[in-house]
């Protein structure tokens, strides 16, 4: 019902700024929840962020908060993921998703999902 398309991704030196960004079409927007998820090599896909289908709530894992942002533009049908104070840990393939979810944390909560953008932060 929903088409996902993320961009933004690259390499980054540590310490450094992305803003991920994920396209979505097909249906409506605001019926969603949507979330990041990331994936680094030979391990499991975890969550990194999400938010509200009004965009008025945010929860982000441990591991990013006060350093990622999500954020959501309805006119636009996009949602972002503003990454800031990098770290090489950082590296991953990051997910976009989408769903009609109550638990915001495990992966298969999420029935749509983008195709990936590769994030490398050098150290």
């Known amino acids: 019902q929903v088409q996902l398309v993320e961009s933004g991704g690259g390499l980054v030196q540590a310490g450094g700024s992305l803003r991920l960004s994920c396209a979505a079409s097909?249906?409506?927007?605001?019926?969603?929840?949507m979330g990041w998820f990331r994936q680094a090599p030979g391990k499991e896909r975890d969550f990194a962020a999400a938010i509200s289908q009004s965009g008025a709530s945010a929860f982000y894992a441990d591991s990013v908060k006060g350093r990622f942002t999500i954020s959501r533009d309805g006119a636009k049908n996009t949602v972002y993921l503003q990454m800031n104070s990098l770290k090489p840990e950082d590296t991953a393939v990051y997910y976009c998703?989408?769903?009609?979810?109550?638990?915001?944390?495990?992966?298969?909560?999420?029935?749509?999902w983008g195709q990936g953008t590769q994030v490398t932060v050098s150290s």
């Open positions: 998703a989408a769903g009609t979810v109550y638990d915001l944390v495990p992966p298969y909560e999420y029935p749509y």
């Open positions: 097909g249906r409506t927007f605001s019926n969603y929840v």
